[in-house]
T-cell receptor, first 112, second 114 residues
């Protein structure tokens, strides 16, 4: 069974702190996505990484795909209360939605 | 654009009842899928479709049926509801077979089976 392990499961920090969330697997993925989900809503796509070693930035969020395309990290600089939510990673093997798997998520709470 | 629209948002069923969760997208996406989200289990794929008339099973298909008669609609049918089907259900669509993980999600349908 393919697994995507996310860590930590829960993270509670103060506004202004930095944090990193990890997504790890023993499988190689053709692409990996990060989503943010707020309570009562569906996940919203933040970014897709495709190339090993790739780094993408979205304002204060930095996403990195591991060189071997088995893992990824999300780093948030100077977290704000608006960053609060459930962060999910998803990995795709090839071109089929049937092969897409999700991690269980990291629940982030940023306190003012 | 409405994006992906799911109805109903909330539903309570008794064990053994049947119902259909509706999903419609207005983005002309070929790919549509249904997930369930349970605490501690993450998002799990129920069924998916790569185009009108084509459906396939995901990780947890038992107890659910789907059909795809049009590009826009992808309803999920619960045949005989069981308490284990209490969950939040998400419909999602994707525009590219090259990027199957780039999904647009609906707001979810929260189902309780008593």
């Amino acid at each position: 069974t393919q697994l995507l392990e996310q860590s930590p499961q829960f993270l509670s920090i103060q506004e202004g702190e930095n944090l990193t969330v990890y997504c790890n697997s023993s499988s190689v993925f053709s692409s990996l996505q990060w989503y943010r989900q707020e309570p009562g809503e569906g996940p919203v796509l933040l970014v897709t990484v495709v190339t090993g070693g790739e780094v993408k930035k979205l304002k204060r969020l930095t996403f990195q795909f591991g060189d071997a395309r088995k893992d990824s990290s999300l780093h948030i600089t100077a977290a704000q209360p608006g960053d609060t939510g459930l962060y999910l990673c998803a990995g795709a093997k090839g071109g089929s939605q049937g092969n897409l798997i999700f991690g269980k998520g990291t629940k982030l709470s940023v306190k003012p | 654009n409405a994006g992906v629209t799911q109805t109903p948002k909330f539903q309570v069923l008794k064990t053994g009842q049947s119902m259909t969760l509706q999903c419609a997208q207005d983005m002309n996406h070929e790919y549509m899928s249904w997930y369930r989200q349970d605490p501690g289990m993450g998002l799990r794929l129920i069924h998916y479709s790569v185009g009108a008339g084509i459906t396939d099973q995901g990780e947890v298909p038992n107890g659910y049926n789907v059909s795809r008669s049009t590009t826009e609609d992808f309803p999920l049918r619960l045949l005989s509801a069981a308490p284990s089907q209490t969950s939040v259900y998400f419909c999602a669509s994707s525009y590219s077979s090259a990027r199957p993980g780039e999904l647009f999600f609906g707001e979810g349908s929260r189902l309780t089976v008593l």
